[in-house]
């Protein structure tokens, strides 16, 4: 495997669509209380996980693509297109 100088690599597109993200408890007896204005800031596919990283003190994007909707449709499209030989669309 040859692998080019570092200088000459370039990531040209990175987007993450999750589609499900969810919280288990390991133990079955035990319970779980969330902050419901919280996880309603985030979009349903990801909101348990983005959570989980405030809480944690990160900070989460609240532009994520979901489980539907146009900007996940537009990921999917883009990979479709790149996958069958046309130019890897990159927006702004």
């Known amino acids: 495997m040859v692998v080019p100088p570092r200088k000459c690599r370039k990531r040209t597109r990175a987007r993450l669509a999750t589609t499900k993200a969810r919280l288990d408890l390991l133990d079955p007896s035990a319970t ?7 996880l309603a800031r985030y979009p ?3 909101c348990h996980l983005a959570y989980a990283l405030v809480r944690a003190g990160r900070k989460v994007r609240t532009d994520m693509p ?3 909707g146009p900007a996940l449709d537009a990921v ?5 297109a790149w996958l069958a030989g046309k130019p890897l669309q990159i927006d702004a």
């Open 32 to 38: 779980l209380k969330l902050d419901g204005e919280l």
């Open 76 to 80: 999917y499209a883009r990979g479709a």
């Open 44 to 46: 349903e596919g990801y």
């Open 66 to 68: 979901g489980l539907d």
